[in-house]
């Protein structure tokens, strides 16, 4: 079974940094995409940021490109969201996720939550002003 585990939520003041981790058990795909997503109060799940280990591509959303890097530590399997310049609208519960690429994947978007295959419980994140 797979399992995703987030940590590294908390409070931070705006501007600061945190660092969120997500580790993979029970995972023994060769090619796929894990990607952060973020649900606000009263918002839409929003795609945060996407790493594919096939070759390495990374992918942000316009809110967090420049801010957020999305890295991968293939021998803990775990990724890496590091945070900075943190904004008091980047406060969401921050999710994981594994997508596997199967053959058919035409309508997979790296951002776009609805074909991912796996899921993690969150991690809070607040950010106060």
């Known amino acids: 079974e797979v399992q995703l585990v987030e940590s590294g939520g908390g409070l931070v003041q705006a501007g600061g940094s945190l660092r969120l981790s997500c580790t993979a058990s029970?995972?023994?795909?060769?090619?796929?995409?894990i990607a952060w997503f973020r649900r606000a109060p009263g918002k839409e799940r929003e795609g945060v940021s996407c790493f594919t280990n096939a070759d390495s591509s990374t992918y942000y959303a316009d809110s967090v490109r420049g801010r957020f890097t999305i890295t991968s530590d293939n021998a803990k399997n775990t990724v890496y969201l590091q945070m900075h310049m943190l904004k008091p609208e980047d406060t969401a519960v921050y999710y994981c996720?594994?997508?596997?690429?199967?053959?058919?994947?035409?309508?997979?978007?790296?951002?776009?939550?609805?074909?991912?295959?796996?899921w993690g419980q969150g991690t809070q994140v607040t950010v106060s002003s």
């Open positions: 996720a594994i997508y596997v690429f199967n053959g058919d994947d035409y309508d997979f978007r790296p951002l776009r939550g609805d074909k991912y295959n796996y």
């Open positions: 029970g995972f023994t795909f060769d090619d796929y995409a």
